[in-house]
């Protein structure tokens, strides 16, 4: 299975605007057919775009891409909410962020509720919203996870993003490690603010099982788009092999 991860440019308050721009992005990447299975966008890509635009370009993006579609976030009501369509246009899954964080804790934003995840390709996938990740009981009880899918929008209070960008690699690695699965994350640009505060571009995949120590995480990418494969074998192979040890 591939992953393809998008780190746009810049955000814009109006969803449209947003979708618009994935949409150029993806069609400049895959000319010769899909380079992917799964499309990855960062969260509030749809900004505040009532729920039934939302879910609209989410479902276009995947039939039109040929790809099953983690379509970031938008704020539906108080709510920071996504959605999961297959590259048929059938609705997967409906997640909800569970922590919301700072500004959107200010400005009302309330907690919503966990979600069961979906199957794709008779694999097992997760999404976490951004903060999410942060909490390893978001991730508790759910074994057996192929990947776990995280749209960030990772606004930070340091003055550049290398600190911000460190956490976030060694937060993905360790959920991966932890429960021995792939963490993919797809985030903003560096250069991206969000109301005045600068975002740190944590695009990247943390591998629990790379074959050399380099590998643990890979990211950022200079491109917007990155595509990733996951080998699923040797992620079987790795499970197997910490329970012969008695990691379980």
């Known amino acids: ?106 400005s009302g934003i309330r907690p919503g509720r966990p979600s069961a995840g979906f199957e794709l390709a008779g694999h097992r996938l997760h999404v976490l919203l951004c903060a999410d990740l942060w909490y390893s009981a978001s991730l508790a009880g759910r074994d057996g996870l192929d990947a776990v899918l995280v749209p960030a929008f990772s606004v930070t209070r340091w003055d550049g993003p290398a600190p911000a960008r460190e956490l976030w690699q060694h937060m993905s690695v360790a959920r991966a490690y932890e429960f021995m699965t792939y963490v993919a994350v797809s985030d903003w640009h560096h250069e991206t603010t969000y109301h005045g505060h600068p975002c740190a571009g944590v695009t990247g995949l943390a591998n629990p099982c790379p074959e050399t120590h380099t590998g643990f995480f890979t990211g950022p990418p200079d491109a917007p788009v990155s595509v990733h494969e996951l080998d699923f074998a040797r992620l079987d192979a790795f499970r197997s092999d910490r329970t012969a040890r008695g990691f379980r």
């Open 1 to 106: 299975m591939k992953i393809l991860l998008v780190q746009p440019p810049h955000w814009s308050p109006d969803g449209h605007a947003n979708f618009d721009a994935a949409e150029t992005l993806i069609g400049s990447s895959s000319s010769a057919g899909p380079p992917a299975d799964v499309l990855l966008l960062p969260e509030l890509a749809g900004s505040s775009l009532p729920r039934s635009d939302y879910l609209a370009r989410v479902r276009d993006l995947a039939t039109g891409s040929g790809m099953a579609v983690v379509g970031g976030s938008h704020y539906d009501g108080p709510v920071n909410r996504g959605a999961v369509f297959d590259a048929g246009g059938t609705l997967l899954l409906e997640y909800d962020k569970v922590h919301p964080y700072g500004l959107e804790l200010r």
